[in-house]
């Protein structure tokens, strides 16, 4: 009996050990660090293409449940093609009062002429502009109280550097929910910045 137990904790323990490694091997949204401060980073964006849903979602769990399963539909397959698209990191989550949207940044291979058309219309495909972000980062598991905390406490450091913002916060979220250890999450927002 105490082998069986012994192989089902150590089963327990490595899964999720092993499982937190896939972020690893994703590709991530390419960006240059521009500056570093104490409490956030700035950094240049290049364009990059998106798949983006819209909501009235005024929450980061209703937003999460609603926009993942139309944006994931549509890299699973539910397209002209019904091809597969590799998943990226991170997916982006504006929530505000106007209007929320969830974003996954489409794979670098791709160009927005050569990305298949979603069959869900609510799936919609663009090209984001070049852009200056402040960005601070924390670990753990995201809701609307740490996203607020987080995005409070950028708005003051970066109120108090004199730095003009041009944006909405952006959640960024780098981990699939099973991934238990090493969890990053970001919020960004648009800055007016010169190199």
């Known amino acids: 009996m105490k082998p069986l137990f012994l192989l089902i904790i ?9 499982m937190s490694f896939t972020s690893v091997r994703i590709e991530k949204q390419k960006y240059r660090v521009v500056k570093k401060e104490k409490e956030f980073e700035i950094r ?3 364009p990059a293409i998106f798949a ?3 909501s009235t979602a005024k929450s980061y769990q209703e937003l999460g449940s609603s926009g993942f399963r ?3 539909g549509y890299i699973f397959g539910n397209n002209e093609s019904s091809a597969k ?15 929320s949207s969830m974003s996954f940044v489409m794979p670098s291979e791709y160009t927005l002429d050569k990305l ?3 069959v869900d219309s609510r799936v919609e495909l663009h090209e984001s502009p070049a852009a200056y ?3 601070i980062e924390f670990g753990g598991y995201a809701g609307d109280q740490k996203i607020k905390q987080y995005t409070d406490r950028l708005l003051l ?3 108090q550097k004199g730095i003009k913002t041009t944006g909405n916060p952006t959640y960024l979220g780098y981990n699939a929910p099973y991934e238990f250890i090493g969890r990053k999450n970001e919020i960004v927002i648009a800055i007016s910045w010169k190199e």
């Open 70 to 72: 139309k944006i994931a």
């Open 85 to 99: 698209i590799a998943m990226t990191a991170p997916v982006h989550m504006d929530i505000n009062e106007k209007g």
């Open 133 to 135: 972000m402040a960005a």
């Open 44 to 46: 240049f964006y290049p």
């Open 52 to 54: 983006t849903t819209r």
């Open 10 to 18: 150590i089963t327990a323990i490595s899964i999720p050990i092993l």
């Open 157 to 159: 450091a970066l109120n």
């Open 116 to 118: 298949p058309r979603p």
